[in-house]
């Protein structure tokens, strides 16, 4: 029997005695039995569970002397109060009857008990071994007016709806509900019922007016018809939707059945039939077959209406799709390879040359070859995606393209495991299908810009696929079973190499893209962009003509780059304005001049550093490199009475301020060799900038300019204007190689140096230079700074010389 669900009993269960127990008037003694988070109520029949030791006692003690026991909840609840006392419990209780009590086997007590009266705890007059208080009943008022009629039927109302919409209340909870004719024992039986909190059921207790607990009631019946009719709400419409299911699922069955006494087959049935039949005409791997085979096979035995029906097609479709064996072709003449690359690219002679290498093995040892990996390093616009898809029209290969910029998760290469939903192969697997063949030319684009977060490092998952050891069985995460890559020619984009980890690096063939010079700009605008550029703006019958000082101007003083990019889209801005005259019925532009291209495209926005007009005290040019090319880079020192302070200024990077220390420190340990007195450093501030604050500037190849700048500051010795230097300097004056020359001689030749100071371990690097840019330069060698000075100082008795006007670039067009 649920006795937490039948409040009332037949009272042949108590002692009538007890029920109607008679009390001395005032305060008088009886035990009191602390609750834990339980109320009982006057009127009800209350199961508890007893087991703390006093209580125990408690019970046989009232049981065995006939005391009275008022039952009073606890209202503080802390690990270290084993009993509570007088301070943690409430004040107002309940007097109770215990019908029967029965042991349980854990030591504890179960009884049955109901509830008497109200009674309010006077005093405590015994704690040991149980509690003992002086109580006293508390009146209760309650009256019968039309208005509390109204309540009592609206709560009976709202107490019929909850008992229909509850799972846990019977069904005679009502019935006894409405057997009561009094506001306090209706609401006291209504909070019995519900299932409200500790402090909720006290608070009912405490209320001693019957109309205003009523009230009360009805506000937590409004608040649990709420809670109900939602469930009631959310349960149907779960039923109405497993209900939908199963009646598609009945419906599709019989359609099944009534299409295969007609003949005909459902759609599912004829995936199924083209899937079979595509296993069967399409040549696969032995283990791809068997692995394609299984998964067909679980899915004929499943229910068009299973979950993982879509799971199984998905997957079949790209094992079914991806070619396995399927290739190109390859067109090995090398004639034709070379005039395919000559006619969409000038220059890049080392690019070309590794290609017609590549395509000469596998002329000679096609089976021997292994999978080549190239890493094409250079600028922006410099050709470096282009020349990709030259290669494979060379090859007669499909040309695919993956750029992986900003590339953070190492699922978007290996692909996501089928227990996700949505899982797909990653960009490797689906480019692969995409070429169609096993041997196309895959192009890896912005390979320096991938990234990493807490998703993984797709940089450590591509290492299998760039290694040739490795990527003929390369594995996807969702196909699971090997793929081979290995016949596929990689070729991977980059501008730097320093964000490519050193394992990735190591397994690719670098081949560096430097920028182009000023006349090969010329030669491949003149080439192809002009070209192009009339062609996509419909001025054919009609082109302007761009002469050699157009360009130039186009190139210096609109454009700074290395590749050709912007210089395109300024050619393709001139050509639109010679397109709106032509559409205008204006007089067309046959000619674009210095004047037409200032007038359409505004003033140079590039000043270009120059050489000094003259010698100065104090001031070196020296040459830097950019990724946009080479450029002449002034170092300024000036000296200032002070305490022999070093200021450096100009957003010098650590490795530029580390060769400046070191440059100064040559000085200083070479001062007699220039008649300096060591007090003059203790007595004097020295201030090295370097113009142009904004860009930011780092490496050792400025230690020499810095070294020459700081000694003509202290000698008093002017500075050749003509003369240009780079190289790194050590503490005993010995002269480093650098990187970048071919960049900065180009930027030497442009503004009219005469002589360039190089160190002399960088005489290998001049085979790079064009022939055309040596014969302008005179080159000195130099191994140690006493080569340098003599290089780059005027001598104490020797007049400088003013300078030739050097305003224009070199007039050598020599393309050699």
Known sequence: MDWDRIPLLPEDLFDEEDLYREHPEGPFEAIILPLHDLVVYPQMVTPIYVGRPPSLIAIESALKEDWPVVAVAQSVFTEDIEYPGEKELYRLGTEVSIARSIRLPDGSTSAIVQGIERMRIVEVTQEEP?????????EETSEITPLVEALMRA??????????????????????????????????????????HLDQRQEILETLDAVERLQKISEHLAQELDVLELEDQIQTRVQQEVDRSQREYFLREQLRAIQRELGETDVFTQ???RMREQLDEVEFPDHVRERAEEELTRLSGMPSMAP????????????????????????????????VLESR????????????????????????????????????????????????EALGREF?????????????????????????????????????????????????????????????????????????AFSDHYLEIPYDLSQALFITTANILDTIPPALEDRMEVIEFPGYTDLEKMEIARRFLIPRQVDLNGIISNPPHFPDKTLHQLIRGYTYEAGVRNLEREIGSLCRKAARRLAEDKRPLNTISLQTVERYLGAPRYQHERL??????????????????????????????????????????DVMQESAQAAYTYLRSHADEWEIDSETFEKTDIHIHLPEGAIPKDGPSGGITIAIALISAFAEVPVRHDVTMTGEITLRGRV??????????????????????????????????????????????????????????????????????STGPAPDTDLS
Not at 312 to 336: F, G, S
Not at 778 to 789: D, F, H, I
């Open 612 to 653: 000094e007009q003259q010698a100065q005290i104090g001031l070196a040019m020296g040459m830097a490199w950019t990724p946009n090319g080479g450029d002449l880079l002034p170092v300024e020192v000036s000296l200032v009475p002070g305490k022999g302070s070093l200021t450096l200024t100009g957003q010098m990077g």
């Open 271 to 273: 995936d199924i039939v």
């Open 736 to 805: 480093l190689p650098v990187g970048g020359l071919k960049e900065k001689l180009l930027a030497a030749h442009r503004a009219g140096v005469r002589t360039v100071i190089l160190p002399k371990r960088n005489d290998r690097d001049l085979q790079e230079i064009p022939k055309n840019v040596l014969r302008t330069l005179n080159l000195v060698l130099a191994e140690n700074m006493e080569q340098v000075l003599e290089a780059a100082l005027y001598d104490a008795v020797e007049e400088p010389e003013p300078p030739p006007d």
């Open 130 to 138: 149980y509690l003992v208080a002086l109580v006293e009943p508390v």
């Open 345 to 392: 690219h000038y220059g890049l002679p080392k690019a070309k040359e590794r290609i017609l290498e590549y395509i000469a093995v596998r002329k000679l040892a096609p089976d021997k070859s292994r999978s080549t990996i190239l890493c094409f390093v250079g600028p922006p616009g410099t050709g470096k995606t282009s020349l990709g898809r030259s290669i494979a």
């Open 155 to 196: 709560v009976l109302a709202m107490f019929e709806k909850v008992v229909q919409l509850s799972h846990t209340l019977p069904e005679e909870a009502y019935i006894y509900a409405m057997n009561l004719d009094e506001p306090g024992p209706l609401a006291d039986l209504i909070a019995q019922m519900l299932d409200l």
């Open 308 to 339: 993982e029906v879509g799971i199984i097609r998905t997957y079949l479709d790209w094992l079914l799709t991806l070619p396995w064996t399927k290739t190109t072709t390859d067109n090995l003449d090398l004639k034709h390879a070379a005039e």
């Open 400 to 472: 695919v393209r993956v750029s992986l910029g900003g590339v953070r998760d190492e699922a978007e290469i290996r692909g996501h495991r089928r227990t996700y939903i949505g899982a797909l192969p990653g960009r490797i697997i689906q480019t692969m299908r995409r070429a169609g063949t096993i041997n196309p030319v895959f192009m890896l684009d912005e390979i320096d810009k991938l990234g990493q977060d807490f998703r993984g490092d797709p940089s450590s998952a591509l290492l299998e696929v760039l290694d040739p050891e490795q990527n003929h």
